[in-house]
């Protein structure tokens, strides 16, 4: 929807005025959580981002915000001086420069659209739950289908060079129980150490995926088997780890509690001993197949 | 957030007390409670639970705070280092 002034009901000039970003997900909660009042809705150009993302690159801004307040002529059509934000916009927005400039006040409201009625009903105060983000189990299994997607395409080269090398080395079966090892270390650091994020030891997150590889090497170790000699047992152990670790790291963008210096110190300590562990993998598995 | 913890003694997040004047902007910004009013005056209380995301400096109308804010993403890190590298990756999600 394109950015402006929306009315919510038939709002006045009393009424009170919501900032959100022209992503699609927020409007359609804001709108709907909001239904059955009377409020403005202003909605800056984010590009279809949302108010996060957005204003970590800076389009949910100060400058954004001024040039809307400016166009929809806000300090003629309400009688109050008072933005109502998004909490996770502030990393854009200069409140002060805000007031500066337009001589509106800027109150960070809630982190969720959600808590909107709440906070209204408070008397526009923020409680500590409004203000307390969290990363809930549904949370994160939402965030997985994307992941796994991505997570797809990157291993796809490494899924086919294992299924041939498996057909042609021991046959078709081999192949498949291949790909099925792959596929699952995979799923183990893209999807299962998500959703057991805060069980799992840490704080790092390839450990974290360390452990849902090895719980993932015992199912196939009782199942499909880790292969035929020592030295293809202990390939395939490093390698589907190493598979796990990757992903479960990788899964550090997705959260919001995990800081650039810390994700810049994991890659640092963490990365270079995964591609170690990874080549090592793989040669013993030449090792294995050679002789 | 409390249940969530990353690595610790990291992050870039510097504040000068002597230029603070109490508005208290910074507890309302941070996203996790790494601030406290004591006396007129913020305190840092949970340091390591700061994720850099830049809202409490781009909010201090004294820059009594900065932080080098970004995002905490190892496919972005990633990207990056390979680009530096002279190694182009398909833009991804984000």
Redesign the interface.
């Given at each position: 929807m394109p950015p402006g002034l929306y009315a919510i009901g038939t709002p006045d000039q009393n009424s009170a005025v919501i900032v959100t970003a022209n992503y699609k997900l927020s409007f359609d909660i804001v709108r709907s959580s909001l239904a059955g009042r009377n409020l403005w809705l202003l909605v800056l150009e984010t590009f279809g981002i949302n108010v996060w993302c957005a204003a970590g690159k800076g389009s949910f801004g100060t400058e954004e915000l001024v040039r809307r307040v400016d166009q929809a002529e806000l300090a003629n059509l309400v009688q109050h001086r008072t933005l109502l934000l998004p909490i996770l916009g502030a990393p854009g927005v200069a409140a002060h420069e805000v007031s500066r400039q337009t001589g509106f006040r800027v109150n960070y409201a809630t982190i969720r659209a959600s808590d909107l009625p709440a906070y209204l009903d408070n008397g526009m105060q923020t409680t500590e739950a409004m203000r307390e983000l969290t990363f809930s189990l549904r949370d994160r299994a939402v965030l997985i289908p994307v992941e796994l997607v991505q997570a797809l395409k990157s291993i796809l080269p490494f899924l086919i060079s294992v299924f041939l090398i498996g057909w042609w080395t021991a046959g078709l079966p081999s192949g498949v129980y291949g790909c099925i090892a792959l596929l699952g270390a995979m799923l183990a650091g893209t999807a299962v150490a998500p959703l057991l994020l805060p069980w799992l030891p840490g704080p790092s997150f390839t450990l974290k995926g360390v452990v849902t590889g090895l719980l993932w090497c015992g199912i196939c170790a009782i199942t499909i088997g880790l292969g035929s000699s020592p030295l293809a047992v202990l390939g395939t152990l490093l390698g589907l780890t190493a598979v796990s670790a990757f992903f479960a790291f990788n899964f550090t963008g997705c959260t919001p509690f995990t800081s650039l210096s810390g994700v810049r110190k994991e890659m640092q300590l963490a990365l270079p001993k995964l591609v170690v562990v990874g080549l090592t993998a793989a040669i013993l598995w030449g090792c294995a197949l050679l002789g | 957030?409390k249940?969530?913890?990353?690595?610790?003694n990291?992050?870039?997040l510097k504040y000068d007390e002597e230029l603070c004047i109490g508005c208290g902007?910074c507890l309302?910004?941070c996203?996790?409670?790494v601030f406290k009013l004591l006396n007129g005056r913020a305190k840092i209380i949970d340091f390591d639970?700061?994720?850099?995301?830049?809202?409490c400096a781009?909010?201090c109308?004294v820059t009594a705070l900065a932080v080098?804010?970004?995002?905490?993403?190892?496919?972005?890190?990633?990207t990056e280092?390979l680009r530096e590298r002279g190694v182009k990756l398909k833009q991804?999600?984000?």
């Open positions: - | 957030m249940k969530f913890r990353y690595l610790k990291v992050a870039t902007r309302e910004v996203p996790h409670a639970a700061c994720m850099e995301c830049g809202a781009k909010n109308p080098t804010a970004g995002v905490g993403c190892a496919a972005g890190l990633l280092w991804d999600g984000c």
